[in-house]
């Protein structure tokens, strides 16, 4: 790799740089900062690409997502047979700048001939890997940065299928962008020249249709819900992100009437000024939404992330107040109400299978094994699940029922093949209205699912190192244990240390450990593959919920002690 200062200067003296980027690199004074920005390209991985907005190489600007579509060009029109004619559809949320990344992307695309789909306006991440498929297209590009604070942004790759791109197509990509020279030389068409050369296309509400209709008709029990929606009150707030109108419209078409939107948080805002941070992840984030459910008597509480493919789900407790599902919690519901009404109605598949990740709890495939259901772990990244989902329909060896990740990300309808929280809500309320039918919350279920398969209490631990020094720190960290494993976690002792780093299990290779003990809790420890973060899953399994959560208390304990 060159050394920093030469990409500093060479986009320093680039008379043709855009001004504010200009500007702000005339303004840099320390050295960090400097080399912060230039020691490396922004990293592309399968999951894309993520940072903050800004000048130099390792900044999400204009000139970053230009060099990553050249490379995507040169990998469609070599690698993907007709993909010219296919086309790429292009998605963008809320975000600073994602427009402008989108119209970027749009024109390098059809500066190669390649033909852009470029929807009119900020849409949902699932609704864009609909739209890959509905369209027989050659890929797709979302303008994203997820969940993460306002100052960044992101640019993930969809492939054919409408999945998120598997590592051996990442490395493809990635090898001809690493062959691009120079960045700032690359040209782009603007978007009227490649609407008026009949190279990209917008889309609109004809897509919006044709997703709504493929998301209701998931509806396992549409009479019973009709009958009984009118009883349900629901809280939703899109954290000033893209799943609001899509959201709204599933819910309506199947006949709730009762759903209130947070008004602060209604509206696209790419400061997400109501929020410390957009993540459903985080009770901090229904703040306003848990003050109107009060108001207005709520039976549930959803949010979804700005590009609405996660969702957080609340509920009231058994004294009636809420409480924050955890990603686990909401996909063991999930997967039991599926579970249970398909059999009910006969829909049930011999061949069925349920798709986790490796650092998901143990409790769904619990709940499928009862059901006659088959579990298939795969790696961090939903990405994997979509893999899987492709391989079965080929192969005819399973029918995918439910796929989900600790992470809150859900998918049901394989329509899409990626995480999609507008589908989760929509089952979600779904659900929580067909409960509450039979005088039961979701909390209850949820009391009940434990009562019958063991008490699965699970948490996380995220801690966060910036910059070049945090990089190096958390994989110095992952390098020590390795060198000496553990042995025991509190007075726990490790019956198995797995490092997926191994090619372990059948999976491909990943940088994650993980330490089963002997009771069948476990801790897995994985670098974030999209941010400067080291995280520590935790699963404590008890029969009852007094001694689960101690257990749980316990491996966290050891693991703050471990980290400081």
Known sequence: MKDYTESYQRWLQNDSLQPELQQELRGLTEEKAIEDRFYRHLEFGTGGLRGVIGAGTNRMNKYTVRRVTEGLARYLTTHVEGARDKGVVIAYDSRHMSPEFAAEAAGVLAQHGVRAYLFQELRPTPELSFAVRHLGAAGG???????????????????????????????????????????????????????DRELITMLGEEIDALYNERLVALSLQPDVIKAVADDVRIVFTPLHGTGNKPVRRALATLGFRHVHVVPEQELPDPNFSTVKSPNPEERQAFTLALQLAEQVDADVVFGTDPDADRVGVVARDANGEFFVLNGN??????????????????TLPANGVMLKTIVTSNLGGVIAEANGIATVDVLTGFKFIGEKIKEYETTGEHTFLFGYEESYGYLIGDFV??????????????????????????SQVLEE??????????????????????????????????????????????????????????????????YVLADGSWVAIRPSGTEPKIKFYFSAVDTDRTAAQAKLDALKSFVMQLVS
Do not use: C, W
Not at 329 to 346: D, F, M, P, S, V
Not at 424 to 431: H, S, Y
């Open 141 to 195: 590009i979302v303008v994203t940065a997820s969940h993460n604070p306002p100052e960044y942004n992101g640019y993930k790759v969809y492939g054919e299928d409408g999945g998120q791109l598997p590592p051996h197509a990442a490395d493809l990509i990635l090898a001809e962008i690493v062959n691009v020279a120079d960045e700032l030389v690359l040209t782009a068409l603007t978007l009227q020249e490649g609407i």
């Open 329 to 346: 919690q909401t996909g063991a519901l999930l997967l039991h109400y599926i579970l249970e009404q398909r059999k009910a109605n006969g």
């Open 417 to 442: 093949r990626d995480k999609d929280a507008v589908q989760a809500a929509m089952m979600a309320a779904e659900m929580a209205a067909f409960y509450k039918a039979q005088g039961k919350t979701l």
């Open 449 to 514: 699912i434990y009562a019958r398969y063991g008490t699965y209490l699970e948490d996380l631990l995220s801690f966060t190192f910036k910059g070049k020094e945090g990089q190096e720190k958390i994989a110095q960290m992952m390098e020590d244990l390795r060198r000496t494993p553990l042995t025991a976690i509190g007075d726990l002792a490790v019956e198995a240390a797995k490092d997926y780093a191994q090619g372990i299990e059948g999976l491909p290779k990943a940088n994650v450990l993980k």
